[in-house]
């Protein structure tokens, strides 16, 4: 081979087949398949240091030129031309070639605009004045990320574990949920904060924590906060008067 | 005539001035782009009428030449530096701003122009497993997770959020740079499973927004 390639270099078979042809100007529509099969495999072979899931793809690649290949070595029945009129072999590669071209340079493109930080920047404040919630302010469902980002700052705030001792009286998820339900009876939210204590066990934030995934999920109550960076409050999903505490299993919930 | 026209001129002038100073402030202070209906909530205006003022200040801004520009992204309005000052400001900042990857950029151009879509669509058209830039993507919640396609194997689908908006300085997906179509072979590739409708998408989105 007269050019080396460094298949880390390339993204994925499809991205290396592509280069193939380009480099030896081939038309993309009319794929010498013997020559760019035999490039392919040259590349594949110089590959050592290669971790296998990737070579696996490039591997189904080489089969499918191969396949194509015998397709084109075969002769065709005159007669069958009723069948699809996808008669050249090659058409499916060329399609998902040109498909793939498409989006490469799309994200060319989208990494060619003014980009946040990058190249344009806005103010930022970190300052907490400014997220405080005010009435009316708008809400937005909270994401699993925010949330996770959330539950893990509370547990870094938990008090150091004590050691050898044993818990005996367990709180439970379902005392969680009332004791919850009872803290929002006559609000309309409380924020996500209120519900622990200011150095609360690490036990406790983990079941307090379960307790509201668990109203999220008997939509009895919605998470929310006024925008990414936030503090999360809980909404109580049904009118107020219809929450009340009630009677709930532990192994209803699966927790046990 | 022409006296009593120039007056009239000049008072409705003042007082869109009053509000005009208002919008600019409330935009220069908000930390996400300012929507225009929440502008119009605060100052009690109709929305139209807050529109056709921001547009008035942003063309001043353009025109001033200043480095400073209000741009509309993300279905908001926001200041932000005009993209010739990048260098100083980075120094300013210090961050090192997010670098995108071949992949990264591939996948998430493949997500963008097609969403709804699911993992494994994105994996055919790219020819590679896309789990780790997926995480990735999802970690700079550049996407998100729309929900759960109706077929077997209930697999998620995603979409991009509203802070890919944000990041790339686009209102809205129409902004998105048209496809560069190939040809016409480009075109017919058949669609890599069942088309999920958007009544279905906005349903999964609903339940979404309750977690």
Redesign the interface.
Known sequence: MAYEINIENF?????LLLHLIKKNEMDI?DIQVADITEQYLAVIDSMKSLNL??AG?FLL?AATLLHIKSKLLLPQHEDDESEDDELDPRAEL???L??????????????E?????????????QSQE??VGHE?D?MV?????E?VDAFQRLLKETSDPYIHEINIERLTVSDRINSILTLLSGKENIGFLELFEEKPERSIVVVTFLAMLEL?RL?LV??MQN???GGIWLYP?VANDEISPFELGEDSLGYV | MMKYHHLNWGKIHLATSDVRKKIEALV??S??PL?TD?IA?ILEMKKGDVRKVLLEVQDEYTAADRGI?L?EVAEGF??????EC?EA??QL?K?R??R?S??A??????I??RQPVTRAEVEY?????SGGVFKTL??K?LI??LGKKDVPGRPLIYGTSR?FL?????RDLSAL?T?????D??S??PEIGAEVSVAETLKVEEQ????
């Open positions: 993204q994925g078979p499809l991205d529509y899931d990737v793809e690649m060329v399609r998902r040109l498909e793939y071209q498409k989006y490469k340079d799309a994200g060319e493109t989208l990494s605009m003014s980009l946040l930080n990058r190249d344009v920047f806005a103010r930022k404040f400014l997220v009316g708008e469902a909270v994401g699993i990320f949330l999220v939509r919605r998470l925008n990414r960076c999903a | 220069f202070v930390e996400v929507k929440r909530e520009l741009e926001q200041f932000r530096t005009r993209p990048s400001i980075q900042v961050s701003p997010f995108f071949r992949p950029l591939e996948t998430l151009a493949i963008a122009y058209l790219r020819g590679v497993d999802l970690e919640q998100r997770i802070e944000e990041f790339f300085g686009m740079p496809l560069k179509e190939f040809s072979l480009a017919d590739i979404n927004e309750e977690i």
